[in-house]
């Protein structure tokens, strides 16, 4: 069919990891300028039984506040918008705040509206989002996999700390060397991650992981080896 007998939804620039759901059959889901589409056809319901359609996606971030409003291009007899509450607070001047529920152990806040017209504009915000720490940024820069996985749960901060002072007193100028370029690798890893296959991806991240870990043992046992240590 013609790129106009498409049923298109916009998604925000940068959004990924899209999981579309609804009660049509069949179709395929397809990238599109502003966003995707479902080349699926649409048969008619019984009145008071509209189609319904669920899209789920991630989206990358830079500040307390993301704009997410839409045009509604083929309006909507009912609209949910819902926000998880370890994220942020959802809002538009559109809908109604239906409050927080309980699904699967979290808090997910509920905001609903009806009668949306074909073509009409629904601005919907989220804000109060969560912003990166200092250790975030590190993992950024060095790959956040290799943080979660040396540093790991409540020993994260005792352990970092052993290492800086370890590193700053005791580390000889070849292991730093080490250092650097396994951190550059799991970079270049990183960049390259889209355009090698997963299992090599993960057999490169491994072996960048192993690197690191003996780097940093090699370093506190060198530590614990020293007099007046």
């Known amino acids: 069919p013609a ?4 049923l298109r939804f916009a998604l925000p620039p940068g959004a990924f990891h899209l999981d579309v759901r609804s009660d049509l059959v069949g179709g395929d889901v397809l990238t599109v300028d502003r966003g995707f589409a479902l080349n699926v056809p649409v048969p008619p319901t019984p009145e008071g039984q509209p189609h319904r359609f669920e899209f789920v996606y991630r989206l990358p971030y830079d500040s307390a506040s993301v704009n997410l409003g839409r045009t509604m291009r083929f309006g909507a007899e009912s609209f949910r918008f819902v926000v ?3 994220v942020g607070v959802g809002a538009s001047p559109e809908l109604i705040d239906l409050g927080a529920t309980e699904f699967e152990g979290g808090q997910l806040q509920l905001l609903e509206g009806a009668v949306i017209p074909r073509g009409g504009f629904l601005p919907l915000s989220v804000d109060g989002l969560p912003q990166p720490t200092l250790w975030s940024r590190v993992e950024s820069r060095g790959g956040e996999w290799f943080l979660r996985y040396t540093v790991p ?3 994260a901060v005792a352990l970092a700390a052993a290492l800086a ?3 700053r007193r005791r580390r000889a100028p070849a292991a730093q060397l080490s250092r650097e370029a396994l951190l550059a690798r799991a970079a ?4 390259r991650r889209e355009s090698i296959s997963r299992r090599r991806y993960h057999a490169e991240r491994d072996e960048i992981r192993r690197g690191l870990i003996e780097l940093e043992a090699a370093s506190l046992g ?7 240590a």
């Open 3 to 6: 790129m106009l007998s498409f």
């Open 84 to 86: 998880p509450g370890s």
């Open 153 to 155: 749960g409540a020993a």
């Open 165 to 167: 002072l370890a590193l």
């Open 188 to 191: 270049a890893l990183r960049e």
């Open 222 to 228: 060198g530590e614990e080896g020293q007099p007046g």
